[in-house]
């Protein structure tokens, strides 16, 4: 659903970590200015569109690198352009998101933080949109094994202590509020460079290095299977045998 009026964000639950003016009864974000920074930037401090690089549609582009933001969790979000705006984040892709976040204020980060999290595709749209192996495959991209990835999503991988991804991005990497994102269907480029970068250190600011930890003990091929299997595999709502839907993150509309 969107919306254009403001209205108030709840679940800020351990949201401390990424806006300190957070408040415990929420705060008030406008949607309708979130929009307009995704649309069409900020042209006072130069900031461009969000669209330019994530896409209209929000979904990213494997082509440019830069990951699907549509439906996000938006306490993940806001923390980010936070860490970018504070340099605790270094964008090494792009090569502007630092200084993309330095000019918006607090309040328009969170903003379009939450314009990003309620921008619920429909199902269709969402499938789509995912990375497409073979064309990267073709494009001379290495490209993971679906079936590979899946053993350590769900499992891990034991004999090097790499814990499974599903113990805390959730079932199919759906996401879990609040500082877990959603990582399934997430662009294949994005995913394979970002846990490249908790691997060597260049990303640092997973809150109690959690991602550094378990990307640290990844050879390339273990990243490329993960990315191969969330990229594709749909973030479904539902767990096997649930049929109860999580507090909070649906990655479609029904």
């Given at each position: 659903m969107r919306y254009s009026t403001k209205f108030?964000?709840?679940?800020?639950?351990?949201?401390?970590?990424?806006?300190?003016?957070?408040?415990?009864?929420?705060?008030?974000?406008?949607?309708?200015?979130?929009e307009n920074i995704y649309n069409n930037g900020k042209e006072d401090t130069g900031v461009p569109a969000c669209s330019g690089c994530?896409?209209?549609?929000?979904?990213?582009?494997?082509?440019?690198?830069?990951?699907?933001?549509?439906g996000q969790?938006?306490?993940?979000?806001?923390?980010?352009?936070?860490?970018y705006a504070d340099d605790k984040r270094e964008d090494t892709t792009m090569y502007i998101m630092n200084s993309n976040a330095k000019g918006l204020t607090a309040q328009e980060r969170l903003d379009v933080s939450a314009y990003?999290?309620?921008w619920q595709h429909d199902r269709e749209t969402v499938d789509k949109s995912v990375s497409d192996?073979?064309?990267?495959?073709a494009n001379g991209v290495e490209v993971g094994e679906t079936y590979l990835g899946k053993s350590i999503v769900n499992h891990g991988i034991g004999e090097k202590s790499v814990a499974a991804c599903r113990s805390c991005h959730d079932y199919n990497g759906r996401g879990v509020e609040p500082m877990f994102p959603m990582i399934?269907?997430?662009?294949?480029?994005?995913?394979?460079?970002?846990?490249?970068?908790?691997?060597?250190?260049?990303?640092?600011?997973?809150?109690q290095a959690v991602m550094r930890n378990v990307a640290k003990n990844m050879s390339d091929e273990d990243i490329n299977n993960?990315?191969?299997?969330?990229?594709?595999?749909e973030a479904s709502p539902y767990s096997l045998g649930n049929s109860r839907l999580p507090a909070r993150h649906v990655p479609y509309k029904h």
């Open positions: 108030a964000v709840g679940s800020l639950f351990a949201f401390a970590f990424a806006v300190s003016s957070a408040s415990a009864g929420g705060l008030t974000v406008d949607l309708a200015n979130g994530h896409m209209p549609d929000g979904m990213g582009s494997d082509d440019l690198g830069t990951p699907r933001l549509a969790i938006f306490q993940f979000i806001a923390k980010q352009l936070q860490d990003i999290a309620e192996l073979n064309t990267l495959r399934g269907q997430q662009k294949y480029t994005y995913l394979v460079a970002q846990m490249k970068k908790w691997r060597d250190g260049s990303r640092a600011n997973d809150p993960v990315a191969a299997y969330l990229s594709t595999k």
